[in-house]
Nanobody, 119 residues
């Protein structure tokens, strides 16, 4: 079992920055990939960014050039640095981690952190 706890959300004006953190309850070395998803009211949950255990990253087109995902294996933490925030970035942001089990991949999710961008 892995517990994921997000922090760092809040209210920010358009153009501002926030840095989200996702702390895992155990080593993240076997968690591959880890990532961030978001869900806005009335919308489905969508991928924001992922990072592999080797450090390879993937971003949604809507956040490329503005968001940066990183992981610190020593601190068992994944980060999402968000810059040039837009009102359309408003959503609940969820941390995700995938672990490979003999039965197949298994997803862990955090409880989510609210990000609100005012215009």
């Amino acid at each position: 079992q892995v517990q994921l706890v997000e922090s760092g959300g809040g209210l920010v004006q358009a153009g501002g920055s926030l840095k989200l953190s996702c702390a895992a309850s155990r080593s993240i070395l076997r968690l591959n990939p880890m990532g961030w998803y978001r869900q806005a009211p009335g919308h489905e949950r969508e991928l924001v960014a992922t990072i592999s255990s080797g450090g390879s990253t993937n971003y949604a087109d809507s956040v490329k050039g503005r968001f940066t995902i990183s992981r610190d294996n020593d601190k068992n933490t994944v980060y999402l640095q968000m810059r040039s925030l837009k009102p359309e970035d408003t959503a609940v942001y969820y941390c995700n981690a995938v672990i490979a089990l003999k039965t197949g991949p298994y997803d862990y999710w955090g409880q989510g952190t609210q990000v609100t961008v005012s215009s």
